[in-house]
């Protein structure tokens, strides 16, 4: 999801186990960074599991997002 002018959100990246350890993330990864139609927009975010950190942090991704705050509403 993105505004195309600052932030494109990354929901989910699901690779399957059996296909990990090939490239694919790093593909998808790319393939969205580099896209024409986000060439302008200023920060990429993502959610993620924990344990996912590491490997989106070797693709440049980070925790440290200053004072922004994840906030929801569950729907009844």
Do not use: W
């Amino acid at each position: 999801m993105t505004d195309f002018t600052f932030k494109a959100l990354i929901f989910d990246v699901i690779v399957t186990p059996s296909r990990r350890r090939q490239g694919l993330g790093n593909q998808l990864i790319a393939l969205v960074k580099n896209h024409e139609c986000l060439a302008s927009v200023k920060h990429f975010e993502l959610y993620c599991l924990p344990e996912r950190v590491p490997f989106y942090a070797q693709l440049g991704f980070s925790t440290q997002v200053g004072e922004i705050r994840l906030m929801r509403l569950v729907n009844p």
